[in-house]
């Protein structure tokens, strides 16, 4: 898929989802999932050797609150950069960041700073959790992260793999619907994505991760909050109570799990992926060097042979 969107991806769809604030309660919070993804990711920098003096929090709402004080704590030393592309975000991650740093709803890192946009070569670690599966165009958003990158930096993402929902997949398919969700890239092609944005030294890994729920509300409940179906082949119109309620019934019927003592489950594809930013190669000049003597004679032989014709 080198060069192209997502084949199955509804570009508008996924600007509208990009732009819509979240949903504000008692307290800001983030997805489940996404905070379970950021937790196992931030594990994974144990095996990075270079400590950044500033890194960035690509898009925390969506991504992360609970990470980012992880991060803080792994590089406490670090400048913070919150990066909240979108208008409303970036309202919602100021006003969270009103809260004293040293509460435990705050942040634990008072040196945070937020900003819509990231400058050329400011930071030396990118953190970007859950984000990619979900962008407009992917490898426009991974030709920015690299420009944003310093020398040596590197990038650490996470997002869903091909796997994901598959048994909701299934269900749908079962009962004549289009696809619940849009087609989800394989590991592979990110990193080969990763190579064409500037990228070197892309390693790639996967995991499975299995959840659990007592009733079809519930796993909706928990859908609605991780995103939306962007697939551009998805109903047109809105759905009515009795496919709702039809949809329900699939779910009881067809997700339970006798392992999970009766509960509905559904497989996460959780993609890994991290990646270096090189420096740039300086470009070849091939030089022929050619004397005056050299070029006189050059002369002589080409007039000479234009005369023996």
């Known amino acids: 898929m080198a060069n192209e969107r997502p084949p199955t991806l509804d570009a508008a769809a996924a600007e509208?989802?990009?732009?819509?604030?979240?949903?504000?309660?008692?307290?800001?919070?983030?997805?489940?999932?996404?905070?379970?993804?950021?937790?196992r990711m931030e594990e994974r920098l144990q095996w990075i050797k270079l400590q950044p003096r500033n890194w960035a929090h690509w898009a925390p709402l969506r991504g992360g609150l609970t990470a980012h004080g992880l991060l803080g704590r792994r590089y406490p030393k670090a400048q913070a950069l919150v990066v909240e592309p979108a208008a409303a975000h970036l309202r919602q991650v100021r006003d969270h960041l009103k809260t004293p740093w040293w509460q435990p709803s705050g942040w634990g890192a008072p040196s945070t700073r937020i900003a819509g946009a990231l400058e050329p070569a400011s930071v030396q670690m990118l953190w970007a959790n859950m984000a990619l599966h979900m962008a407009a165009d992917p490898q426009a958003l991974l030709a920015n992260w690299q420009q944003a990158i310093a020398v040596d930096g590197f990038l650490m993402f996470s997002c869903l793999g091909p796997d994901t929902l598959r048994e909701l997949r299934t269900v749908y398919a079962a009962l004549g619907?289009?696809?619940?969700?849009?087609?989800?890239?394989?590991?592979?092609?990110?990193?080969?994505?990763?190579?064409?944005?500037?990228?070197?030294?892309?390693?790639?890994?996967?995991?499975?991760?299995?959840?659990?729920?007592?009733?079809p509300e519930r796993l909706l409940q928990e859908l609605r909050g991780l995103g939306?179906?962007?697939?551009?082949?998805?109903?047109?119109?809105?759905?009515?109570?009795?496919?709702?309620?039809?949809?329900?019934?699939?779910?009881?019927?067809?997700?339970?799990?006798?392992?999970?003592?009766?509960?509905?489950?559904?497989?996460?594809?959780?993609?890994?992926?991290?990646?270096?930013?090189?420096?740039?190669?300086?470009?070849?000049?091939?030089?022929?060097?050619?004397?005056?003597?050299?070029?006189?004679?050059?002369?002589?032989?080409?007039?000479k042979n234009h005369a023996d014709r």
Not at 16 to 39: F, K, M
Not at 183 to 192: A, C, S, V
């Open 228 to 303: 939306r179906n962007l697939s551009r082949h998805r109903f047109a119109g809105l759905r009515g109570r009795r496919w709702h309620g039809a949809l329900q019934q699939a779910l009881a019927q067809q997700l339970v799990s006798a392992e999970e003592d009766g509960r509905l489950t559904v497989t996460f594809e959780v993609i890994y992926g991290h990646a270096f930013k090189p420096a740039p190669r300086l470009p070849v000049h091939t030089e022929t060097a050619v004397s005056l003597e050299q070029m006189r004679d050059a002369l002589r032989q080409r007039n």
């Open 177 to 215: 619907w289009p696809a619940p969700t849009h087609e989800f890239t394989d590991m592979h092609d990110w990193g080969d994505m990763l190579v064409q944005a500037g990228f070197a030294e892309p390693v790639m890994d996967m995991e499975r991760i299995r959840l659990s729920f007592a009733t």
């Open 16 to 39: 509208r989802w990009a732009q819509r604030p979240l949903r504000t309660g008692e307290e800001l919070a983030s997805p489940w999932l996404h905070e379970e993804v950021a937790r």
